[in-house]
């Protein structure tokens, strides 16, 4: 028998509700973007969070949502793929905001996934009144009736960060760590690197657009005889005016893309680097099956 305890959780509900900032505060580190568009998040995103009873692996998943592309379609089709694997559930409702039907339609969904212990988590509680707290916690807890937990947070200010992983930890079964102690994610460099140049793509776009951008990296490679860091990269659109938009008046927004991006990607490389970043299109890349693969969806 082992004297700790590791295991999976995944942070699942609508979109924009702080799944993946309270991804990034619990493990310490960003692991995932996040943004104030809704679906954010298109990838299960492993990260590690290290306690002294054990290891919790959480994964962030993309918000669940009514698709309406095939993008959309596969990304609440990985939803579902993790929340059979994992052993503990995290629904995630925001304080802010009432209790609504998408919320209790993916609460209801739960009971699909009878291994997974379930708990409920309402969020960002720093943006919300005390009154608002307390009608959303009796809401979300009459959602379900095998809720493990219901627990208010905020991973703006840390709130109840430490009981929540402690709760979570307590539900986990006994076993030994599965990540080394140095690792906060699985996600491979480049993936990480796309990840940020798509978030700063993100800043301030509006409407359809931050749905039509992916990001693709070509090449990140140390320049010789430098200290430097070469990362070619691709931002991809669905349409002309998209590209018109990104590029900006004579380039202004995609230098202004490429500052933000480069101040996240340095410290992840370890090395100054140099971005290189192209803007091209493919139509309808959401809708189109053979390019959703080509962009590993
Ligand atoms: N005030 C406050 N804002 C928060 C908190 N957590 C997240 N937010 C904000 O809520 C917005 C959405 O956060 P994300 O973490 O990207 O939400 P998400 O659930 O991962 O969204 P998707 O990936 O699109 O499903 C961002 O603007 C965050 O800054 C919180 O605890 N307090
Ligand atoms: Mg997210």
């Known amino acids: 028998m082992s004297d700790t305890r590791s295991g999976f959780v995944t942070f699942v509900g609508r979109p924009?509700?702080?799944?993946?900032?309270?991804?990034?505060?619990?493990?310490?580190?960003?692991v995932a973007i996040?943004?104030?568009?809704?679906?954010?998040?298109?990838?299960?995103?492993?990260?590690?969070?290290?306690?002294?009873?054990?290891?919790?692996?959480?994964?962030?998943?993309?918000?669940?949502?009514?698709?309406?592309?095939?993008?959309?379609?596969?990304?609440?089709?990985?939803?579902?793929?993790?929340?059979?694997?994992?052993?503990?559930?995290?629904?995630?409702a925001p304080a802010t905001e009432k209790v609504g039907p998408g919320d209790r339609r993916i609460a209801e969904s739960l009971s699909g996934y009878p291994r997974a212990k379930k708990v409920a988590l309402v969020t960002k509680t720093d943006a919300a009144t005390r009154d608002q707290i307390t009608e959303r916690l009796v809401e979300v807890d009459s959602l379900r009736e095998d809720w493990a937990a219901v627990i208010p947070l905020s991973a703006v200010t840390n709130d109840q960060?430490?009981?929540?992983?402690?709760?979570?930890?307590?539900?986990?079964?006994?076993?030994?760590?599965l990540y080394d102690a140095d690792i906060t994610t699985d996600e491979t460099l480049e993936d990480r690197i796309a990840e940020i140049i798509r978030e700063a793509a993100l800043h301030g776009v509006r409407d359809e657009l931050p749905h039509s951008i992916a990001v693709t990296i070509d090449d990140v490679a140390?320049?010789?005889?430098?200290?430097?860091?070469?990362?070619?990269?691709?931002?991809?659109?669905?349409?002309?005016?998209?590209?018109?938009?990104?590029?900006?008046?004579?380039?202004?927004?995609?230098?202004?893309?490429?500052?933000?991006?480069?101040?996240?990607?340095?410290?992840?490389?370890?090395?100054?680097?140099?971005?290189?970043?192209?803007?091209?299109?493919?139509?309808?890349?959401?809708?189109?099956?053979?390019?959703?693969?080509?962009?590993?969806?």
């Open 16 to 30: 924009n509700v702080g799944k993946s900032t309270l991804t990034n505060a619990l493990v310490g580190e960003k």
């Open 34 to 92: 996040t943004s104030d568009k809704p679906q954010t998040t298109r990838r299960a995103i492993r990260g590690i969070v290290n306690r002294p009873g054990g290891q919790l692996v959480v994964v962030d998943t993309p918000g669940i949502h009514r698709p309406r592309t095939l993008l959309g379609q596969r990304l609440n089709d990985l939803v579902e793929q993790v929340l059979g694997d994992v052993d503990v559930i995290a629904f995630c």
């Open 161 to 177: 960060l430490d009981v929540l992983s402690d709760e979570l930890l307590a539900l986990m079964p006994e076993g030994p760590a």
């Open 222 to 297: 140390p320049r010789e005889g430098s200290d430097l860091t070469d990362v070619w990269a691709n931002i991809i659109v669905e349409r002309d005016s998209q590209k018109a938009i990104i590029i900006g008046r004579k380039g202004s927004r995609l230098a202004e893309v490429g500052a933000r991006a480069r101040v996240g990607i340095e410290p992840l490389v370890g090395s100054r680097v140099y971005l290189s970043l192209h803007v091209r299109v493919a139509k309808e890349w959401q809708r189109d099956a053979k390019q959703l693969g080509r962009l590993g969806f």
